[in-house]
């Protein structure tokens, strides 16, 4: 009669507890490896990580990937491809990169370990090939040219690129203690230096976030649809519209 095992702390018995050691390996390849190291923030990311989310040995992962670069760019491409791209619904150009816009700033925002990885060229052209060629299809529907979309969409997407830039600075600065007004503020009292206009400014309050997102990147799209002729006020209440809209999206509950 053979003994059985004593439970484990946590109420499950050894014999169901997956083990990295002796028994049968579990049965992984580059695609679970992939959803695994999807599913880890980009900051705790690491072989020893994913080999523990996937119940294996970290000398097993080599055989399905070089190293920890590889299991990064694994990481940020199936992170690319989680994330809700703009649907193509057949709407204005300038509400589609407005959406565009607000959807990376958003992305990079709330993971700066993405936005690591993108600019590093981590994140390759294979992840984002498939919105790219939506973005110029529904250009070229109306009336652009293929490559005055991919300018246009070059010009959204790095607009939306240093807004992310500023405000994760930004958020660090002030988590830090050395926020824009209060350094400026100290440099002031302290009298190093005149800084006449920064002072002036001051007195209104603040010198930080003095030029919203939406503000930014509606005026990016005017200035696009000034070069192409259209309708520049229709554009514009548009795209009041979608802001008012995607606010009211993002609005907690009450």
Same mark, same amino acid.
């Not at 209440?237 to 802001?243: C, I």
């Given at each position: ?11 499950? *018995? ?13 049965? @992984?390849?580059?695609?679970? @490896?992939?959803?695994?190291? &999807?599913? @880890?923030?980009?900051?705790?990311? *690491? ?11 970290? *000398? ?6 070089? =190293? ?21 619904? &057949? ?12 959807? +990376? ?15 590093? =060229?981590?994140?390759?052209? #294979? ?34 690129? &240093? *807004? ?19 350094? +400026?503020?100290?440099? @002031? ?15 209104? &309050?603040?010198? #930080? ?46």
């Amino acid at each position: 009669m053979t003994k059985s095992q004593p439970p484990a702390a946590d109420g499950r *018995s050894a014999r169901s507890r997956p083990s990295s050691r002796g028994g049968r390996p579990a049965r @992984i390849d580059r695609a679970a @490896i992939a959803r695994a190291a &999807g599913e @880890i923030p980009l900051a705790e990311l *690491s072989m020893r990580s994913v080999a523990e989310r996937l119940g294996v040995t970290v *000398s097993s992962l080599y055989h399905y990937v070089a =190293g920890r670069d590889e299991l990064f760019a694994l990481a940020a491409e199936q992170t690319v491809r989680r994330l809700a791209h703009p649907v193509d619904r &057949g709407q204005h150009w300038a509400v589609w990169f407005y959406e565009w816009a607000v959807y +990376i700033r958003s992305a990079f925002v709330a993971d700066p370990g993405l936005l690591k990885q993108y600019v590093d =060229g981590v994140i390759g052209v #294979e992840a984002m090939a498939e919105n790219l060629n939506a973005a110029l299809d529904l250009c070229v529907r109306q009336g652009f040219s293929v490559s005055a979309a991919l300018r246009t969409y070059e010009l959204v997407s790095e607009c939306a690129l &240093g *807004s992310a830039i500023t405000q994760i600075r930004g958020d660090h600065a002030r988590a830090t203690g050395r926020s824009v007004d209060r350094v +400026i503020r100290r440099m @002031i009292v302290d009298g190093d230096r005149p800084l006449p206009r920064l002072e002036f400014l001051l007195t209104g &309050g603040t010198i #930080e976030q003095t030029f919203p997102f939406p503000d930014q990147i509606t005026t990016v799209l005017l200035g696009v649809a000034l070069q192409r002729d259209e309708n520049v006020a229709e554009i514009r209440d548009l795209l009041r519209a979608e802001s008012r809209a995607g606010a009211e999206r993002t609005r907690p509950a009450s």
